[in-house]
C-alpha cells in the first residue's frame, strides 16, 4: 500500500517518480559531503552553519563506517547501499568524502536506485505500513518491535566497546 499521495498514478509513473528521487537524494548526499570535504581541506574547517555541522556529521564514526565499506567492496557498495537500510547514507557520503569520481558515482548509482525504486513501489511501503500497524494496533506487535530495537541498541553498543578496547592505550569499561 503507496501513501495516498500517489492514488490514482500509474504504475510506471510511481516507479520513475521514486528512481528519480533515489538518485536525487544520492547525489545530494554526495555533494554536500563532497563540497564540505573539499572546503575543509582548501580552507579552514567550517565553524558555523550547515557547514560545520555537516563537517562535524562526516568526521563521526557513521561515515567512517561507510568509507570502510567502500574500500572493502569497492564501487559496487554504492548500488548495494540502496538494499539497505541505514547504510544508504553513509556510503554515499563516504563516497562524496574519499571524491570517488562523480560520473562513476553516478553511474553506480543506476542500479541500487532502480532496485529500490522497485522494492518501493512495490512491496516496500507495505512492508513499513504492516510494522507500523502492527506496533500501532497491537500491544505485542509493538513488544516485538521494542524489542528489536533494544537488541540492535545492545548490538551497536558491543560493538563500539569492542571497538574503543581495540584502541591502543584504550582502558575498557
Do not use: H, K
Not at 547504510?87 to 562524496?96: E, I, N, S, W, Y
Not at 541500487?112 to 507500523?132: D, K
Not at 569492542?162 to 569499561?173: F, S, T, Y
Request: charged share 15%; net charge positive; glycine share 12%.
Amino acid at each position: 500500500m503507496l501513501p495516498d499521495v500517489f492514488d490514482g498514478w500509474p504504475f510506471w509513473l510511481i516507479f520513475t517518480f521514486l528512481f528519480f528521487g533515489g538518485m536525487a537524494r544520492g547525489q545530494c548526499i554526495y555533494w554536500a559531503a563532497r563540497i564540505v570535504t573539499e572546503r575543509s581541506l582548501r580552507r579552514v574547517r567550517p565553524r558555523t552553519g550547515w557547514g560545520a555541522r555537516v563537517a562535524e556529521w562526516l568526521d563521526g564514526a557513521g561515515v567512517d563506517a561507510g568509507a570502510q565499506t567502500i574500500r572493502r567492496w569497492g564501487i559496487a557498495a554504492i548500488p548495494l547501499c540502496y538494499l539497505t537500510v541505514g547504510l544508504q547514507t553513509l556510503v554515499m557520503a563516504a563516497a562524496g568524502v574519499l571524491r570517488i569520481n562523480a560520473g562513476a558515482f553516478a553511474l553506480a548509482q543506476v542500479p541500487g536506485a532502480l532496485a529500490w525504486a522497485a522494492i518501493y513501489s512495490t512491496i516496500g511501503w507495505a512492508v513499513w505500513e504492516a510494522a507500523l500497524i502492527a506496533a500501532a494496533g497491537s500491544p505485542w506487535g509493538l513488544v516485538a518491535l521494542l524489542g528489536v530495537a533494544a537488541l540492535l541498541a545492545l548490538l551497536l553498543w558491543r560493538r563500539r566497546r569492542a571497538r574503543r578496547c581495540e584502541q591502543p592505550g584504550a582502558i575498557g569499561d
